[in-house]
């Protein structure tokens, strides 16, 4: 006669259910912590570049600085893959653009003095207002190509642009 408990599974259950053992319950949850902790961490946040820019003529008015991604577009502001507007302090600005994939990259940037949110140019279409480039990439009578301004990023980048 089967002594303590007489309580008996039914028999497809007889084989699957087993008394809990804490001993197992303890090793298990220790197991799937020490498997939880040892999952390397990845980094998904990206990219960081950040961009320094000096040559404003004055502290008056605002930089507007333009990370591009793609040759289509460049150095157009509004087709843009991230724009940021910042003051300028002491005739510099500093920009960081955060969360890039690794790529190619080329930034324009323009000191927008008069804040009349656009790049003002002259008679002969010839910019008034300070300008530059990522590598600070010049052409005589148009902007540089993206292949001229084109910075590669496959880490954290710090850039400098002088704009004249």
């Known amino acids: 006669m089967n002594k303590g408990n007489n309580y008996r599974l039914p028999l497809g259950y007889q084989t699957f259910c087993k008394p809990v053992c804490y001993t197992d319950m303890v090793y298990s949850f220790l197991v799937w912590l020490f498997t939880l902790v040892s999952i390397p961490v990845s980094k998904t946040n990206g ?9 404003f003529p004055s502290n008056a008015g605002q930089a507007y600085v333009g990370l591009f991604n793609k040759e289509k577009g460049f150095p ?3 087709k843009q893959y991230i724009g ?18 690794a790529g190619k990259y080329a930034v324009a940037t ?17 910019p008034t207002e300070a300008y530059g480039f990522s590598n600070n990439a ?10 001229e301004a084109g910075v590669s990023c496959s880490a954290n980048k710090t850039i400098s642009i002088t704009v004249y």
């Open 47 to 55: 990219l960081t570049l950040t961009v320094n820019v000096s040559g």
């Open 76 to 78: 157009e502001f509004g």
């Open 84 to 101: 940021k507007v910042v003051a300028i302090k002491n005739q510099k600005c500093s920009v960081q653009f955060t969360g890039l994939p």
């Open 110 to 126: 323009y000191h927008d003095v008069n804040k009349n949110n656009k790049l003002d140019l002259n008679f002969f279409g010839a």
């Open 138 to 147: 010049r052409s005589m009578f148009s902007a540089p190509s993206f292949a």
